[in-house]
């Protein structure tokens, strides 16, 4: 982009400031000469014409909010004069046509990934262990301190202390001087370096807070979310722990895993607490178990599948008045490309499809599908309402200090992430991803509770954009973060793994972006270039009650 402003779509009435701008700048949109009337700060907006209290007000198209303060040519677009106002809907399909991406760039590519029984391929290979309950996460992390740094895996310790390296001196009769050169410090680095099993990944543990107490509701809903872990295909096997006495029974999540997949041959271990000989029998057997599974674990090497194999989380999260114009659409294009690949881009976040719902149910390729997404939307939308809240109340300070004054103009922008392609399957929380093609799943537009949910329905890598920045990751599928400015990608590169910026300063375009975006995906995929949350050990994990949340 070389103008230090843009208008996005024809139909915008108010135009985005790429850059500062000063007050008295002239400039010529649409036709219009526009002065402005004060200074607009950059990602902010502008008016192009003069708007009375009650005119509409579009982005991206679409209408965004409305005006409630006479607003002049050429004055900033702010939260005084401005208001939530979104488009209405409805479920009935409107005519819709799609034109697919040149995808020769990517015919014939493959990624190495981890192949499994049902027919699914991982992108890593880990082994999960779960509590049923609150109650056993203190069992978890006893297992995790015998397990983790022990076998090579990442510890919370910056580094390791060998203090059996100098017990081994001593006992060797070793003198103070020998005791005193002996190296007993170790990187997480030197210790992922020396995995005893180095075809797997991981030993996760997802700790949570449900299982028991609240409603009955939240427990069924969340073995069916672990159910998802479990069979997902970035999951080799698991260690459950159950207390006993809790709503989230075994037996609930042996029918949740069997829901998913009838011929499940992952090997999962299931201990109960309240009949066992004692705690330290329970571990004990938790351990070997574990150790076993992670023996066969081990036996599964990374081959080569087709690129229709991966399902893709497309997430956003501390978005900035860029996100919209560089990061989103840019993703929106690596999506098209997957779908045109045979592939399945993941589409969710509800709260933040605000004021964008008659396009996708548009896109919607059974009428089933356009009704469900409508029903799915409204019910959301009416729980918000139902406690005092709404979408309107969505952006968070920081999407408003950069930019993101309404809900809609957040979700205009947000539901780019999603590209242009038809969508083949609407699910609701813990629904699975079945069909190659774009699918819409209900999430809250909380960061990690999406990505939890994306991950349990089936997706098996993320790429989560943002404008400010977060360390967000998941425990089972490699979370990549991309910047939607080149400013954030410096100052925060150690979390940040690819950035669109470079669409804002003109480097790159749009289409050129997605491609270099799936390209990293396809080497994260392959085990080649780790994302950033990854190395860092960012395991987020916060499975949603389904109450309100935005």
Request: proline fraction near 4%; charge should be negative; hydrophobic fraction near 35%.
């Amino acid at each position: 982009m070389s103008e230090n402003y843009v208008q996005i779509d024809p139909k915008d009435n108010i135009i985005v400031a790429i850059s500062p701008l000063e007050k008295g700048l002239k400039t010529l949109i649409a036709g219009k000469e526009v002065v402005l009337k004060e200074n607009i700060k950059q990602k902010h907006k502008f008016s192009l014409y003069d708007f009375d209290i009650g005119d509409e007000l579009f982005m991206y198209g679409v209408l965004i909010g409305k005006a409630v303060q006479s607003i002049e040519s050429g004055c900033a677009i702010t939260t005084d004069n401005v208001k939530h106002a979104s488009a209405g809907f409805n479920d009935v399909k409107e005519k819709f046509t799609w034109t697919a991406p040149d995808i020769s760039n990517f015919k014939g590519r493959t990624f190495n990934g981890y192949h499994r029984k049902d027919g699914k391929v991982g992108t890593a290979n880990h082994w999960l262990v779960i509590p049923l309950t609150f109650c056993e996460n203190r069992n978890l992390d006893v297992l995790e301190g015998a397990l983790s740094e022990k076998l090579g895996y990442e510890t919370k310790k910056d580094f390791a202390v060998d203090t059996d390296a100098l017990i081994k001196k001593y006992k060797a009769g070793a003198t103070s001087e020998e005791i005193l050169n002996t190296p007993i410090i170790t990187t997480k680095e030197e210790i992922s370096k020396n995995r005893l099993f180095p075809n797997v990944d991981g030993i996760k543990f997802l700790k949570h807070d449900g299982g028991c107490g609240g409603i009955r509701q939240d427990s069924e809903v969340l073995v069916k979310l672990l159910a998802g872990y479990i069979t997902n295909p970035n999951v080799a096997g698991a260690t459950v722990f159950s207390l006993g006495c809790q709503n989230a029974q075994i037996g609930m999540l042996q029918k949740a895993i069997d829901d998913i997949d009838p011929d499940c041959t992952k090997t999962v271990h299931y201990l109960e607490q309240q009949k066992s000989a004692s705690e330290r029998h329970l571990i004990e057997e938790a351990v070997k178990h574990t150790f076993i599974g992670l023996v066969e674990a081990n036996k599964i090497t990374r081959k080569p599948a087709p690129l229709s194999k991966l399902v893709l989380g497309l997430e956003c999260g501390g978005s900035d008045g860029f996100s919209g114009i560089s990061a989103n659409p840019a993703l929106g294009y690596a999506s098209d490309l997957l779908v045109g690949l045979g592939g399945s881009p993941v589409l969710a976040e509800f709260p933040e499809l605000n004021g964008v719902e008659q396009e996708l149910v548009n896109r919607c390729k059974t009428d089933k599908d356009s009704k469900k997404f409508y029903n799915l939307m409204r019910a959301y939308s009416a729980s918000a309402v139902a406690v005092g809240s709404g979408f309107e109340n969505n952006p968070s300070p920081g999407n408003i200090k950069d930019g993101l004054i309404t809900d809609a103009m957040k979700s205009a922008g947000a539901a780019k992430k999603g590209g242009t392609s038809p969508v083949v399957e609407v699910l609701d929380y813990t629904e699975q991803v079945t069909k190659p093609g774009l699918n819409l799943l209900c999430t809250p537009g909380n960061d990690v509770e999406s990505t939890t949910g994306l991950v349990g329905s089936g997706c098996n890598v993320v790429v989560f954009t943002t404008g400010l920045g977060t360390p967000t990751g998941n425990p089972v599928a490699p979370v990549l973060k991309m910047s939607s400015n080149t400013h954030l990608f410096e100052r925060m590169n150690d979390i940040i793994d690819i950035n669109a910026g470079t669409v804002i300063s003109g480097e790159d375009s749009i289409e050129s972006m997605g491609e270099k975006i799936l390209d990293h995906v396809i080497r994260v995929a392959s085990g080649e270039t780790p994302s950033k949350a990854v190395l860092h050990g960012n395991n987020d994990f916060i499975p949603w009650k389904r109450g309100v949340s935005l």
